[in-house]
């Protein structure tokens, strides 16, 4: 039977000119574009059989990025992740992918009732992998614009010195540790648990993130404060390999019951481990440190990922805000009698 419906949409079946079995859904109940689906895919596989062409198929740009992206350890682009991707048909052919096409992507994924910035996440999938068929492949010349939808700007949670200090005392001595080493470097979690004993030098008092480590695919310099080269100095003798570790394992997942109770005792709401990083890039700018200087130490690709930053310091605006100074009042609440210059 090469064409047969199940629930609800119609699959092709049969064998192609390799002797493989081929056993597709066509994406569609309806069974006119699923015969014209059957058609085209034999008459495709044949092409790709006797002639040696190489499909430029949606699905395939998928396994492709999928493949390189893994192997440079960057898992945004994961296999899984393209599933989401519906009503594409498998086989889909890349030249026919068309602005309509996109946009009946985005409203069944919104028909779910997803927040925009799920539909964002597969839209980049699609957009990812669309722009390495034209630009990395050469597998097509024009691509539609996928277009992400607007999301609201996420407040940077971030702790006080104090509640710091609530969080630490009520975590685990292992958990302690690491979010207490996260608060005086800045590193992402999976640098933190991942962190050989390789990559740190007490007597320079550094410790380096190497290129396949960094989100940015670049390597870090992390210097230790005298808070970070103390908290390293007591995990000797608890791992052969790994820093940080619990009862002679690696420590792989930190978001845990354990973590998760001491928020609770803490009295800390809306809080994850990653803003343990947003905390460090704060006290860091609400100390003066320059942005540039915190975008080399954090690792960020962009100025515009430090500059979320910016607005918790104020120092460099002061000298500005003093020229006020010269405005002299008569009395308390009264009206100014000289008016500063520049403020007509």
């Known amino acids: 039977m090469s064409l047969y419906k199940r629930g609800g949409t119609w699959w092709i079946e049969f064998v192609g000119p390799d002797g493989r079995r081929i056993r597709e859904s066509t994406g569609t109940d309806d069974k006119v574009l699923a015969q014209e689906f059957h058609d085209h895919r034999k008459v495709e596989l044949w092409r790709v059989y006797r002639l040696g062409e190489t499909p430029a198929h949606l699905e395939r740009g998928s396994r492709e990025v999928a493949r390189r992206t893994r192997s440079q350890g960057d898992h945004r682009h994961r296999p899984h992740a393209f599933a989401v991707v519906r009503p594409v048909p498998r086989g889909q052919v890349l030249d026919q992918i068309d602005r309509d096409l996109v946009d009946r992507l985005t409203d069944a994924k919104l028909n779910e009732d997803v927040t925009n910035a799920t539909v964002n996440r597969m839209l980049e999938v699609v957009r990812a992998i669309l722009r390495k068929c034209r630009d990395d492949w050469e597998w097509v010349d024009r691509i539609p614009k996928v277009r992400l939808l607007p999301e609201p700007t996420r407040r940077i949670r971030w702790l006080t010195r104090e509640e710091a200090h609530r969080l630490l005392t009520n975590l685990p001595p292992h958990l302690a540790a690491m979010a207490a080493f996260s608060l005086s470097t800045g590193l992402r979690r999976a640098n ?153």
Do not use: C
């Open 192 to 344: 933190v648990t991942g962190l050989l004993w390789s990559q740190v030098d007490l007597v320079r008092r550094v410790a380096w993130i190497h290129p396949d480590q960094a989100k940015a695919r670049r390597a870090i310099p992390v210097p230790l404060n005298a808070e970070a080269v103390v908290i390293v100095r007591k995990q000797p003798g608890k791992h052969p390999v790994y820093v940080f570790a619990y009862r002679g394992s690696r420590i792989t997942q930190v978001n845990t019951k354990a973590w998760r109770l001491a928020l609770g005792r803490a009295g800390i709401d809306d809080f994850r481990w990653h803003d343990l990083r947003h905390t460090w890039a704060s006290w860091h700018v609400q100390n003066g440190t320059p942005l540039h200087v915190l975008q080399e130490m954090g690792g960020w690709e962009s100025p515009e990922m430090v500059r979320r930053y910016a607005h918790l310091s104020a120092e460099h605006l002061a000298p500005y805000a003093e020229r006020l100074s010269a405005l002299r009042i008569v009395d308390v609440g009264s009206v100014p009698t000289e008016i500063p210059t520049g403020a007509q």
